[in-house]
Every structure is written in structure tokens, then in C-alpha cells.
């Protein structure tokens, strides 16, 4: 990539933040249709810190959401590869999961969750943990034929296989899953927040949008959105740095550790 | 060191790969499997190692006793390393899944290495090394157990022509050393007829045994350019030539 080529989208973005105050301006658009970017960074700054607050709240159940996908993503995927009973019951289920909009069961999580953070915590679960669940089932189903062979005639047993082999193998499948699912984390969590809020919880950022949204505080609005946009990007780019650099590291080590 | 008795190999969809094989593999020989694509050579070999079992007739150990694990190295046509792995530890493997500590195995996983050529690429990863030196890797592990038995699939034909007369040599000057027996499926004429104290021409579908000869060359430093070397690769031209359909 030349170096005109990275600094093009910087240079694209500015032009229409440019094009878009200039129109705003010249045309007289009311603010509570559309604000400038001036206006939004105003807004941003008159109240960052219930913003940055809400943030936090949104970026907490993201976490712990991110962290139980990848971990049940993990546990079903070593399931489905060890039995293929196991597969063959829970496959069809994680599709049931994965195409049902989180949003259509999201009240319900909501009623039988009672306690706000652990609902949507769950809600951003079910949206996340498919990306981690299909890629490593199948890392661990692309194990290289011949290699499972090599460990058969040295009298490898299935602990050693897994751990030695189809694991690590596995590994830039679950990687590539987990930056998929970092940013579907978000997304369930800011679903399950609007959700939540219209029953009267409201402390992430969905929150503020919706309040925003009753109020006809449209600056504040696209404040929090833009500060959501920036959000999902940082996680995206955070978990391919993470990706790239366990990539980089694995098998470095001593050879104990390393095959 | 064992003997197949009328081993044939059917497949799920009818193919016959194999049919009544019958021949014996004597301890110390270097015996090599010639035939042309689809001739049941791999088949064969996975057979010998274990990896696959006849339909009809049998395999007899000499002692009676299977092979058991580290008993057989077996050399891939693709190098098959662990991409993540150093050098080292891909050829640590197969002792590793006997159980032993990398402390125990150092020397024997280093001289393993060393007779290969790769003393000093002890921690590159595969993706550092060359085709040439991921293959001495990879025969290197099938070494590192001590096997009675090495079984080799076409291991030097993604290899490119110098690197392959220097593979063979090398392969050649091991097997004169120590002796092990091995098993070594090609379709080139020429790397039979330089290495093989025994080639076992096969039949395309059903494999069969088409002709079995005896070489023996002499031991000689520059056995490629001996009078005996050419005329060898011409005697096996011939029993091909006779072999084959038109």
C-alpha cells in the first residue's frame, strides 16, 4: 500500500466532514435535523461525561460478553470435534441462534435475567459467539490429513493430538473468529440496550441515543453514535493487533512449549 | 523383516488399487516401489506403515510382533511439518509423543539434525527453510526414533533437480551407514535405478507386480556418471516399456 493510499480514506473522510458542514451551513438545516460536525463536537463536549460513562457501561458488557463467546465458542467447537453425536446435536441449534434476531429475544432474556448487566451480557453472547464457534470447528476439522497420520503411527493419543496438533492448528481459525465476534459483542450489547432501556434501564450508550432521540438532541445523538462507530473500529483493529501478534509469538518459544 | 502375502485393497467406490501382492522385504534392503500414477505404490505404503489395512491377504513381521510406535518413519511427499514448530521441535515430535523430556532428547534430536545437514537451523521454523531443507527436516523426524522400517512417498518429487541429486545422495550415504530399511515409492526411472538395491515395478490399476529386479550397483562415489548406472536406467526403460498397456 503506497502511502497515498493509506492516508486516502483519512483524506476522503475530511472532505465530506467538510462538504457536509459547508451544506448544512449554506443551507440552512436546522440542528435538530441535522447538525454540523461542528455542532456534534460541541455536543460531545458539552456532555462527555455521561457519554464517556455510558461508554464504559457498554464497553463493560461487551468484555464479558466477548470473553463468554469465546470461551463457550470454544468449549461447543472442542465438542462438536471430539463426538460427532456432539456435532450433530448441537449444529443445528447454533444456526437456530445464530438467525434468530437478538432483538426478538431480547425481551425475553430480559424478563428471565433479572439483573441488567447479566441480560445483556447474555443477549451480546448469543449475537457474538458463532463467528468463534464456526471458524474454530473449523480449524479443528482442517487438521492437514497427513499430519493426523504422522501422530498416528507415533502412537499419539487423542490428548496429545488435540493439544499438540489439531489446537494449535486450529488457532488462526479461533483468532480470526474472535475479531469478528469483538465487534458483534458490541453490536448485541447496544441491541440488548435498546431493548433494555425501553424497559427502563438506560446506562450504556443506547441509552443516551434514545434520550437523545426523545429530546430531539440530534448533535448528542450522532455524538454517541460516533463515539459507538469509533468503538467498534478500535475493538476491530485492537483484536487484529492481538491476532497478529499471537501469530507472530506462537512457536517462538522453547521447542517443549512450541510443538 | 516382513513379507506380504497375496495383499490386495479394494476401494468404497470398486477401484481395485492393489491385487496379490506378494513379495518379501528383507532387513537392510533399499527397496523401491516403480510405477506410474495410480498404481496403488501409496496405497501399498500406507499398508506397510499400518495407516491402511488389506482386504485380502496378509502382512507377516518376521518376529512375528506389529511394529509398534517409532518402529516406522515414514516421509511424506510434502515435508508435513508443524508450521508453528522450530526445526527442532518437528523433529522432537515423535519422541515427545513417546513420552520423553526435550532435556533427554536433545542430543539424539540434535544428531538427527546434524546428519541431515541442518546443524545450525536447530530453531528456524519451517517457513524460514527452503523445499530442500524442510524435506531434510522432515526425514530428520522420520529418523530421530530409530526406525526399523523408513517408508518413503515420493518424498523428492516437488523438489527441484539439483536439490533432488543432493537429497538422493545423501539419503543414499544414511541407508549405507546404518542400514535401515527402507521402502521408497517413485516414478522416476532414474531415482530408482540410483538408489534401489531392489525396485519392484508395478502395474497400473489393479497394482500389481509387474517385475521385480535386482540392482547392485557399485558403491562407488559417482555412481551417477558409472557406465553400470546408465545401463541399469535402460534395463528398467525396458521391463517398463514392457509392462505397460500401450
Same mark, same amino acid.
Given at each position: $500500500?503506497?502511502?497515498?493510499?493509506?492516508?486516502?480514506?483519512?483524506?476522503?473522510?475530511?472532505?465530506?466532514?467538510?462538504?457536509?458542514?459547508?451544506?448544512?451551513?449554506? $443551507?440552512?438545516?436546522?440542528? +435538530?435535523?441535522?447538525?454540523?460536525?461542528?455542532?456534534?463536537?460541541?455536543?460531545?463536549?458539552?456532555?462527555?461525561?455521561?457519554?464517556?460513562?455510558?461508554?464504559?457501561?457498554?464497553?463493560?458488557?461487551?468484555?464479558?460478553?466477548?470473553?463468554?463467546?469465546?470461551?463457550?465458542? $470454544?468449549?461447543?467447537?472442542?465438542? $462438536?470435534?471430539?463426538?460427532?453425536?456432539?456435532?450433530?446435536?448441537?449444529?443445528?441449534?447454533?444456526?437456530?441462534?445464530?438467525?434468530?434476531?437478538?432483538?426478538?429475544?431480547?425481551?425475553?432474556?430480559?424478563?428471565?435475567?433479572?439483573?441488567?448487566?447479566?441480560?445483556?451480557?447474555?443477549?451480546?453472547?448469543?449475537?457474538?459467539?458463532?463467528?468463534?464457534?464456526?471458524?474454530?470447528?473449523?480449524?479443528?476439522?482442517?487438521?492437514?490429513?497427513?499430519?493426523?497420520?504422522?501422530?498416528?503411527?507415533?502412537?499419539?493419543?487423542?490428548?496429545?493430538?488435540?493439544?499438540?496438533?489439531?489446537?494449535?492448528?486450529?488457532?488462526?481459525?479461533?483468532?480470526?473468529?474472535?475479531?469478528?465476534?469483538?465487534?458483534?459483542?458490541?453490536?448485541?450489547?447496544?441491541?440488548?440496550?435498546?431493548?433494555?432501556?425501553?424497559? &427502563?434501564?438506560?446506562?450504556?450508550?443506547? &441509552?443516551?441515543?434514545?434520550?437523545?432521540? +426523545?429530546?430531539?438532541?440530534?448533535?448528542?445523538?450522532?455524538?454517541?453514535?460516533?463515539?459507538?462507530?469509533?468503538?467498534?473500529?478500535?475493538? +476491530?483493529?485492537?483484536?487484529?493487533?492481538?491476532?497478529?501478534?499471537?501469530?507472530?509469538?506462537?512457536?517462538?518459544?522453547?521447542?517443549?512449549?512450541?510443538? | 523383516?516382513?513379507?506380504?502375502?497375496?495383499?490386495?485393497?479394494?476401494?468404497?467406490?470398486?477401484?481395485?488399487?492393489?491385487?496379490?501382492?506378494?513379495?518379501?522385504?528383507?532387513?537392510? %534392503?533399499?527397496?523401491v516401489?516403480l510405477g506410474p500414477?495410480?498404481c496403488?505404490?501409496?496405497?501399498?505404503?500406507?499398508?506397510?506403515?499400518?495407516?491402511?489395512?488389506?482386504?485380502?491377504?496378509?502382512?507377516?513381521?518376521?518376529?512375528?510382533?506389529?511394529?509398534?510406535?517409532?518402529?516406522?518413519?515414514?516421509?511424506?511427499?510434502?515435508?508435513?511439518?508443524?508450521?508453528? %514448530?522450530?526445526?527442532?521441535?518437528?523433529?522432537?515430535?515423535?519422541?515427545?509423543?513417546?513420552?520423553?523430556?526435550?532435556?533427554?532428547?536433545?542430543?539424539?534430536?540434535?544428531?538427527?539434525?546434524?546428519?541431515?545437514?541442518? *546443524?545450525?537451523?536447530?530453531? *528456524?521454523?519451517? *517457513? *524460514?527453510?527452503?523445499?530442500?531443507?524442510?524435506?531434510?527436516?522432515?526425514?530428520?523426524? %522420520?529418523?530421530?526414533?530409530?526406525?526399523?522400517?523408513?517408508?518413503?512417498?515420493?518424498?523428492?518429487? %516437488?523438489?527441484?533437480?539439483?536439490?533432488?541429486?543432493?537429497?538422493?545422495?545423501?539419503?543414499?550415504?544414511?541407508?549405507?551407514?546404518?542400514?535401515?530399511?527402507?521402502?521408497?515409492?517413485t516414478h522416476s526411472i532414474y531415482e530408482a535405478a540410483y538408489l534401489a538395491?531392489?525396485i519392484i515395478v508395478m502395474s497400473?490399476?489393479?497394482?500389481?507386480?509387474a517385475a521385480e529386479l535386482?540392482c547392485?550397483l557399485?558403491?562407488?562415489?559417482?555412481?551417477r556418471?558409472?557406465p553400470a548406472y546408465a545401463a541399469l536406467t535402460t534395463q528398467v526403460t525396458e521391463t517398463l516399456r514392457a509392462v505397460m498397456p500401450a
Amino acid at each position: $500500500m503506497t502511502r497515498l493510499e493509506r492516508a486516502a480514506p483519512i483524506a476522503f473522510g475530511v472532505l465530506g466532514l467538510l462538504l457536509w458542514q459547508a451544506a448544512v451551513g449554506l $443551507m440552512h438545516v436546522p440542528v +435538530y435535523v441535522l447538525p454540523g460536525p461542528i455542532a456534534i463536537v460541541a455536543a460531545f463536549w458539552a456532555d462527555h461525561a455521561s457519554l464517556l460513562v455510558s461508554l464504559l457501561s457498554t464497553l463493560a458488557v461487551t468484555a464479558v460478553a466477548l470473553l463468554a463467546a469465546a470461551s463457550l465458542g $470454544m468449549v461447543l467447537a472442542l465438542a $462438536m470435534a471430539a463426538s460427532r453425536l456432539a456435532r450433530a446435536a448441537i449444529q443445528p441449534w447454533a444456526v437456530v441462534l445464530q438467525v434468530t434476531p437478538v432483538v426478538a429475544i431480547a425481551p425475553l432474556i430480559i424478563i428471565w435475567v433479572n439483573q441488567q448487566f447479566a441480560a445483556l451480557v447474555v443477549c451480546a453472547t448469543i449475537v457474538a459467539f458463532f463467528p468463534v464457534l464456526s471458524n474454530t470447528a473449523a480449524g479443528l476439522a482442517a487438521t492437514p490429513p497427513e499430519l493426523a497420520d504422522l501422530f498416528r503411527l507415533n502412537g499419539a493419543t487423542r490428548r496429545q493430538t488435540l493439544f499438540l496438533l489439531r489446537l494449535p492448528a486450529a488457532l488462526p481459525y479461533f483468532l480470526a473468529g474472535l475479531r469478528i465476534a469483538g465487534t458483534l459483542a458490541l453490536v448485541g450489547a447496544v441491541v440488548a440496550e435498546f431493548v433494555a432501556s425501553s424497559g &427502563g434501564f438506560a446506562s450504556g450508550l443506547a &441509552g443516551r441515543i434514545l434520550e437523545s432521540g +426523545y429530546r430531539l438532541e440530534i448533535a448528542r445523538m450522532f455524538a454517541a453514535l460516533t463515539l459507538l462507530a469509533i468503538t467498534g473500529i478500535l475493538i +476491530y483493529a485492537a483484536l487484529g493487533a492481538f491476532e497478529r501478534l499471537i501469530l507472530r509469538r506462537f512457536g517462538a518459544g522453547p521447542p517443549g512449549d512450541a510443538a | 523383516m516382513l513379507r506380504l502375502n497375496g495383499v490386495g485393497r479394494r476401494f468404497a467406490n470398486n477401484v481395485t488399487a492393489l491385487e496379490n501382492i506378494t513379495t518379501r522385504i528383507e532387513p537392510g %534392503a533399499f527397496v523401491v516401489l516403480l510405477g506410474p500414477s495410480g498404481c496403488g505404490k501409496s496405497t501399498l505404503l500406507r499398508i506397510l506403515a499400518g495407516l491402511d489395512a488389506p482386504d485380502t491377504g496378509s502382512l507377516t513381521w518376521d518376529d512375528h510382533a506389529p511394529p509398534g510406535p517409532g518402529d516406522i518413519g515414514f516421509v511424506f511427499q510434502d515435508a508435513t511439518l508443524l508450521p508453528w %514448530a522450530s526445526a527442532e521441535a518437528n523433529v522432537f515430535l515423535p519422541l515427545r509423543l513417546a513420552g520423553q523430556s526435550f532435556e533427554t532428547a536433545r542430543p539424539v534430536v540434535r544428531d538427527s539434525l546434524a546428519r541431515l545437514g541442518l *546443524a545450525g537451523f536447530e530453531q *528456524a521454523r519451517p *517457513a *524460514a527453510l527452503s523445499g530442500g531443507m524442510r524435506m531434510r527436516v522432515s526425514i530428520a523426524r %522420520a529418523l530421530v526414533s530409530r526406525p526399523k522400517l523408513l517408508l518413503m512417498d515420493e518424498p523428492f518429487a %516437488a523438489l527441484d533437480e539439483f536439490t533432488r541429486h543432493r537429497l538422493q545422495d545423501d539419503l543414499y550415504a544414511l541407508w549405507r551407514e546404518a542400514r535401515t530399511t527402507i521402502v521408497f515409492v517413485t516414478h522416476s526411472i532414474y531415482e530408482a535405478a540410483y538408489l534401489a538395491s531392489r525396485i519392484i515395478v508395478m502395474s497400473p490399476r489393479p497394482g500389481r507386480i509387474a517385475a521385480e529386479l535386482t540392482c547392485g550397483l557399485p558403491d562407488t562415489n559417482n555412481r551417477r556418471t558409472d557406465p553400470a548406472y546408465a545401463a541399469l536406467t535402460t534395463q528398467v526403460t525396458e521391463t517398463l516399456r514392457a509392462v505397460m498397456p500401450a
